[in-house]
């Protein structure tokens, strides 16, 4: 009998394909097709095609419909989905369709209608903008945008205004705006810069050892401080690889709003090279479009964020993985992947090279080059000779002399910039506290009704905000505990910070950057405009200041609120300030401009700080590494977190008592040495209104951790409790 059962993967959470008839339809594996589901319709992908199910015959459906027009998924996504689905213990249909962009997802067709991107012609250029009427409005808002920026895509000019259409056909019809049809390379309208840099000798040495071979998998840290031409190497490397052959290359960043900069200095430095990008605010149908021409080969280098790891790359030579030590590949709800990792094991499953960046590597990372698992390519200096490494100096604020929270060397030292036409960056850690709202007579603090944490007082609003769940509410004009009226914010918030500095320094330009401030889509990159422009005198800022920009006038950086940090019960806290720190310290003085780093902290004999001094990565790493060792963290240990979370923490109990103790069972059964913890509440024992409980498994091998894992979780998928409590489990944890 000809093999007419096809095995589909559903977008449904059990970890199993289901049975289907072709229906005469001729479905092929890799397909996507629309199937009857329960009483619904469903979309899933052909995975294999056999001639048996376990079903009677009678009792399978048929598939309703097939995308004949649509290119297939290839093997090479179905094993990599596949080794995630059972690494990170995830249903491997849902894994694989939210792989896919959301039209893709949806029982439609998914045509990819073709984009446009718009610039101005020279015609265009030389107009004014006076030239437009004042009441055509969106027409002058979209002509100034333009000027501002070389191109902008459909969704870019939407954000606008959505009058753009009516206003952009009159500047065709002008003469003043020119449309081109977006498809990799040619919507390239970036002027190319051809300068060819020398590279230093520590990049020559780096670029060649990776070329030497590129035929096998092999894993490459490239750790150099931010400047060090990091970023020059990737170039020159994948110019290298593509000019070979009919290649591509995929670049992973941490973060929206680093893809923009990186992607034009690809793109003016690569001008040979069809390049998409691939993030999360493009709209779906660029999305769509840019994950087809990656799938087609068209597009030569793919530049995203974590999703893009699963991008189908038919002639993927090549992985790069930028700032790999950085949070944010991480996955935090559905499949909580890692995309450093699984792009460790998508160029091992192709037997391709990948070539991973940073400073501050995590410490993971770093373990696997000192044991040489990884190969280790360093830039000791930075790449251009004149700019010199800042001096960082602590300012001791043990014995208090603060005020409001600003010692006055540092304000001292801002005053100084000011005068000379200079800029500083005032960084608060995020995660040091922000302004709550106090009562001097009681020591109340506003609490979020939702969660276990404090309200934070966003005074221009007049409203206290979570910042965990997003709940909201008026300030009270009285102690809801004792009466008082006396009630006033405690703590530095950026909003605070930048009040505080008007009053200290009213002649300073202040330019807050956080996320309220950068809620609009283009807001950071209007705000990093104005710094560029020497509008602004002092910054103030949480962590988006502390990557990737470059400041040629901004000489000092100064550190409030670090100190939690230093003591916080997350052993990975110091790995992370030092991380964020070295970065900030790189902020200032990238020029040809000496720059100095003020740090306050009550602890300036902190090990930590007299790491960063001197920028001694490597010597911190160390320190580090031998306490994990001894205390048993990563990575001399790997961890499993089941995270549960209901309404009734009598639910949450029950069901993680079940789960230990059935891990437990386990573990006594096959001998193994999986050390399971007894439940606890993380810190955050509410969330978003819901009760939280933990439960944490650890072994020293990677091994007997995925060995327990996967005889164990579909017991919990088993279990009647389960379907009250949200569960869910996370391999390699970063967050508790
Ligand atoms: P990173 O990615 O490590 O932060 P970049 O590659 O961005 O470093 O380099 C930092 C700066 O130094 C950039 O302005 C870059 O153009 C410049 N640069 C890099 N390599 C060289 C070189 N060999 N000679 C001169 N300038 C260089
Ligand atoms: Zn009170
Ligand atoms: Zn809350």
Redesign the pocket.
Known sequence: MARHILKIALDVPLDRLFDYLDGGLAAQVGQRVVVPFGRRKQVGIVVDIVDKSDVPEAKLKAILQTFVDEPLLDKEAFALLRFCADYYQYPYGQALLAALPTRLRQTEPAISRKQHVYSLTDLGRAQEIEAIPARKAVQRRVFSALRKNEQLSESALAELSGGWRKAMQAMLENGWAQASELLAGLNNTHKPDLVQ????QD?VRALQAILKDTQKFKPWLLH?I???????VYIRLIQAVLAQNDDQVLVLVPEINLTPQLEARFRSRLPDFPLVALHSSLSESERLHNWRLAQSGQAKIVIGTRLAVFAPMPNLRLVIADEEHDGSYKQQDGMRYHARDVALMRAKHRDIPILLGSATPALETWHNALTDKYNLLK?ADR??AKAVLPSIRYIDVSKGGTHDGLSPILVEAMRERLAKGEQSLLFINRRGYAPVLLCSACNWIAPCSRCSSRLVVHLKQGRLCCHHCGHEEKIPRQCPSCGNPDLHPTGHGTQRLEQLLAALLPEARILRVDRDSTRRKDALTDMLATVHADEVDILVGTQMLAKGHDFPNLTLVGVIDTDSALFSPDFRAAERLFAQLMQVAGRAGRADKAGEVLIQTAFPDHALFNALRVQDYAAFSEALLSERKITQFPPYAFMALLRAEANDFALVQRFLKFAADSAREIVAEMGSHVMVYDPVRPQMERLKGMERGHLLMQADSRQAVQVLLRNWVPGLRGNALGAKVRWAVDVDPLEF
């Not at 840099?197 to 230093?200: G, K, T, V």
């Open positions: 840099l020398e590279l230093n990049q150099g931010t400047g060090s031409g990091k970023t020059e830039l790449a251009v």
